[in-house]
Every structure is written in C-alpha cells, then in structure tokens.
C-alpha cells in the first residue's frame, strides 16, 4: 500500500507533467498556426483554453502538493525526534523553507529567519 508521502509525491509528479506537458504544446499549435493563418483563432482559442482549464490549475494544485508534501515529510521527520527540535523551531524551518526554496538550505550558521 502507497504511504501519504508517496501518494503525495505521484499528485505533484502528474501535475508536473501536465502543467509543463500543455505549456509545450502550445508552440506547436502557434507554430502550425503561422503556417495556416486561417487557423489562427482555432489555435488561439485552443491554447486559451488548455492554459485557463488545464495547465494554470495544475500550476496551482502543484504548489499546493508541494507544500502538503513539505508538510506531511516534515512532521514525519520531527514527530520522533520528541524534544531535539522545539515546536517553533521546526514551524520557522520549515516556513523559512517554503518562502525561500531549496536553494536556501541548509541555513547559514547563525542566520535566523
């Protein structure tokens, strides 16, 4: 049976794809567009609709796995540790790495917040 993180993980993963996946088709529907003008607006709308219905809400849903998958690994990281790391400390680390990214981490020695 898949663990939360790993059901977590396939969510953010599959919108991954299709976020980015509609996003790279839509130089090809220009593309083949420009070589057809009388299909512009076909291609146009098309593009619109793959962008408002599908590509942006999985922009949106793949921030928001990103964050319970931050969530849900992060308690299970801290939850065992009783007392290593307070509370609050955990709560600021992790937000400190929602806001800032991956590429913040590990936090300079001394830093805080």
Same mark, same amino acid.
């Given at each position: 049976?898949?663990?939360?993180?790993?059901?977590?993980?396939?969510?953010?993963? %599959? @919108? !991954?794809?299709?976020?980015? /996946?509609?996003?790279?088709?839509? =130089?090809? &529907?220009?593309?083949?567009?420009?070589?057809?003008?009388?299909?512009?607006?076909?291609?146009?709308?098309?593009?619109?609709?793959?962008?408002?219905?599908?590509?942006?809400?999985?922009?949106?849903? %793949? @921030? !928001?796995?990103?964050?319970? /998958?931050?969530?849900?690994?992060? =308690?299970? &990281?801290?939850?065992?540790?009783?007392?290593?790391?307070?509370?609050?400390?955990?709560?600021?680390?992790?937000?400190?790495?929602?806001?800032?990214?991956?590429?913040?981490?590990?936090?300079?020695?001394?830093?805080?917040?």
């Amino acid at each position: 049976m898949f663990s939360l993180f790993t059901t977590i993980k396939f969510i953010h993963i %599959l @919108l !991954a794809i299709i976020a980015f /996946g509609f996003n790279a088709t839509y =130089a090809i &529907w220009i593309t083949r567009a420009q070589r057809h003008p009388e299909h512009l607006d076909f291609a146009l709308r098309g593009v619109k609709i793959l962008d408002d219905y599908f590509a942006n809400p999985a922009y949106l849903l %793949l @921030l !928001a796995s990103g964050l319970t /998958g931050l969530a849900e690994s992060s =308690a299970r &990281w801290w939850l065992p540790r009783k007392g290593t790391v307070s509370r609050d400390e955990a709560v600021s680390l992790m937000s400190s790495l929602a806001w800032r990214g991956i590429s913040g981490f590990p936090r300079i020695e001394g830093e805080h917040h």
